[in-house]
């Protein structure tokens, strides 16, 4: 039930986001925005800003199929994705608003690349310092089902999560600061996406080992106590 009750909230977050972007878009936003940038981050084509409705309705499809799809895994990516949707919205809204400057082409002194994926690696690291710490079955936190099963694997998983966000997140500014240097955001949005998915299959993964660890010995404990209980012939 909590679990259904997270989803809504996500779904009914997700309407008002996707909401307030297009109301932003009708009213603010110019009709001819940047659609496309070459390697250096310089724009090559520009369009109408209809082309912004493929990012607005991005965080409710991402909450739709977090909502609708069961699996422990794909939800979990999928609650990510829509929190990368969310915040790419509000970076493109500020580039849009108040970066662009079309006669340079580009967004001033500062590159997409340092612009967005920085401060995403830098909360990446922010969270894995939290994770460490996270109450059992917080809902700020991983949300796996053999995760939530003992406190024993939540601690567990929670520590291993914290050190997989930690390092991650690490390279992920070694990363962004390198290829800032060179304009070449679209290599480090790929770099950045298959992070993020692989590190989420390892935490669940290795949770899921825990777990069938912590069902063994507990079935060999169990077996163990019905011999030593039981009574002799």
């Not at 849009?96 to 994926?117: E, H, K, N, S």
């Not at 990446?124 to 003992?150: D, M, N, R, W, Y």
Request: include cysteine.
């Amino acid at each position: 039930m909590k679990n259904k009750k997270q989803k809504i909230l996500i779904l009914s977050f997700s309407a008002v986001i996707s909401l307030c972007a297009l109301l932003i878009t009708i009213f603010c936003v110019q009709n001819n925005i940047p659609l496309l940038f070459d390697f250096s981050e310089k724009i090559i084509a520009k369009g109408s800003k209809a082309w912004l409705g493929i990012l607005i309705i991005a965080p409710t499809i991402f909450a739709i199929l977090h909502f609708a799809i069961k699996n422990d895994l794909a939800e979990f990516v999928f609650k990510i994705l829509f929190l990368i949707s969310v915040y790419e919205i509000m970076l493109t809204f500020i580039y849009l608003l108040f970066g662009t400057r079309f006669d340079v082409g580009q967004l001033p002194d500062i590159p997409l690349t340092c612009f967005i994926f920085i401060p995403l690696s830098v909360a990446i690291i922010a969270v894995g310092a939290k994770l460490k710490s996270a109450p059992f079955k917080s809902k700020l936190a991983v949300q796996f089902k053999c995760t939530k099963e003992t406190e024993f694997i939540w601690k567990q998983t929670h520590f291993f999560a914290s050190r997989v966000y930690l390092f991650a997140g690490l390279i992920l500014i070694i990363c962004s600061s390198i290829f800032s240097m060179f304009y070449l955001c679209y290599i480090m949005l790929i770099i950045f996406l298959t992070t993020i998915i692989i590190c989420n299959i390892i935490i669940y993964h290795y949770s899921k080992s825990i777990y069938k660890k912590y069902i063994s010995l507990k079935t060999k404990h169990d077996k163990l106590n019905n011999k030593t209980n039981s009574p002799s012939k």
